[in-house]
């Protein structure tokens, strides 16, 4: 080994250092701000039957709000003799540690000087083209990560905002002729604290994927007898719309486990239903869900670039509108600097061509093929909406949904939408909110 390679290994050591203690600041900030609940550093998990207990090494194991796990492993560069290592590691700790069910992220993380380097390039597209396979989810740059996780932490301080707004009440009929629902569990709670509030729409999410996943509830369903409200509301639709008869499900399997998208969003699947026919044979149910009393909740949170990108690139008067509106916030500071610009935009000539485009991107996840990492999973075909005071839940296809939105384009500004920013996000973000029709008891 000559001097210059020891001086290059020496650069790249340091590089990935400083990396690493980039990370572990960033981490600490957000922990700091209750934006994630911890994170632990330089993580050894053992095999499941096994007493050692360094063989799947994890840089940094995050812990969201949700209680669900990113893992994060840095390397100084790419070279794909040393990918092999922290493929094993992934691997390792996604099957067999005991929060295994619970990644919804295993970022490969490089400085951003890889981005100059062809074979990091090409193979992270063969990745993205599924013609790779790497157990690594998210291949970043720090930079990259960076984004991700300000992506994360909008969702996060947007979900806290609304929080409050989702209460729940006494048990009501008719959810009183079934043997469980959701109401029940929250019944027991005797103080609604804002921790209380927060949570609620994690715990159905996860009360639902115990009880689609419960044996017993498929037998009483197909056998007509009533024992899970929200249950009974999910197989109802699911079988209706496939459509499939119910006396020939065998199985399902449900999680709320879904990989974060590439820029650290969410998907718009909060929970992925397989419904088995056969050991070989299943239909699938992205299901979206929306547990509130809000007639109006937050569906989609991005930067002006992203709107082009996915909706118009091309389109000049796209651009400008969507840019203006982020620095604006708000249709009436629009108005005021789209004069001050001199710039005439006539906001249903620019937006109602492609407000199905849109509506299909906020309701299901489609078009944004640049951050999706599994469209079977993370495209959403099901919204099922719950009405947080009475209990009462519906669910319906995705594309019924859609057809409902778009009976509003141009019957007001930007409509089906309200348009607005996320909090203390004014000018960096533009924030969606779209009409939900709660049901009632």
């Known amino acids: 080994m000559d001097s210059a390679q020891i001086i290059s290994n020496g650069e790249k050591a340091r590089t990935g250092k400083e990396v690493k203690d980039k990370v572990g600041e960033l981490l600490e900030a957000l922990q700091k701000d209750e934006l994630i609940l911890g994170f632990e550093v330089e993580v050894s998990h053992s095999h499941q039957g096994y007493g050692y207990d360094k ?3 994890c840089d940094f194991v995050v812990k969201t709000v949700d209680s669900k796990f990113i893992l994060i492993r840095a390397s100084n560069s ?3 003799d040393r990918a092999k290592i922290p493929f094993y590691d992934f691997l390792g700790i996604q099957q067999f540690s005991s929060f295994s069910g619970d990644i919804v992220a295993s970022i490969l993380l490089f400085p951003d000087g890889e981005e100059e380097n062809t074979t990091f390039i090409s193979t992270r597209k063969k990745v993205q083209d599924g013609y790779f396979f790497s157990p690594a989810t998210h291949w970043l740059t720090f930079s990259e990560l960076n984004e991700f996780f300000a992506n994360y932490c909008s969702e996060v301080e947007d979900l806290m905002d609304e929080a409050e707004e989702t209460g729940e009440s ?5 959810l009183a002729l079934y043997q469980r629902s959701f109401s029940d569990e929250l019944a027991q709670v005797e103080e609604k604290t804002g ?5 609620s729409g994690n715990k159905f999410e996860r009360f639902l994927v115990e009880e689609l996943n419960e044996p017993n509830n498929l037998s009483a369903y ?3 007898e009533k024992a899970c409200f929200e249950y009974d509301t999910v197989l109802d639709s699911v079988v209706s719309e496939l459509p499939i008869e119910k006396q020939h499900i065998q199985l399902l399997e449900a999680t709320d486990t879904i990989t974060k998208l590439k820029n650290g969003g969410s998907p718009k699947t909060d929970i992925h239903l397989r419904v088995y026919l056969s050991p070989k044979e299943f239909h699938i149910a992205n299901i979206s869900v929306k547990n509130t009393i809000a007639t109006r909740v937050s569906c989609h949170d991005y930067q002006a670039k992203d709107f082009v990108r996915v909706i118009a690139p091309d389109d000049s008067d796209f651009r400008n509108l969507v840019e203006i509106f982020q620095e604006a916030g708000s249709w009436k500071e629009f108005n ?3 004069s001050e610009k001199g710039l005439v935009l006539d906001t249903d000539e620019v937006l109602n061509p492609y407000m199905e485009k849109i509506i299909q991107w906020a309701v299901t996840g489609q078009h944004d093929a640049d951050y999706l990492i599994d469209e079977k999973i993370q495209l959403a075909n099901f919204i ?3 009405n947080a005071d009475s209990g009462a839940c519906k669910m319906q296809s995705a594309k019924s949904y859609i057809e409902e939105l778009k009976a509003a384009i141009g019957k007001g500004r930007g409509a089906p939408f309200s348009w607005t920013y996320p909090s203390k996000r004014r000018g960096q973000r533009i924030q969606l909110k779209m009409p939900i029709s709660l049901p009632q008891d």
């Open 170 to 174: 006494e048990l009501h009929p008719p």
């Open 384 to 386: 099922l909406t719950r």
């Open 78 to 80: 790419y070279r794909s």
């Open 222 to 224: 197909q056998a007509n």
């Open 336 to 338: 005021s600097l789209t």
């Open 55 to 57: 063989q799947f090494k």
């Open 195 to 199: 921790s209380y509030y927060g949570k």
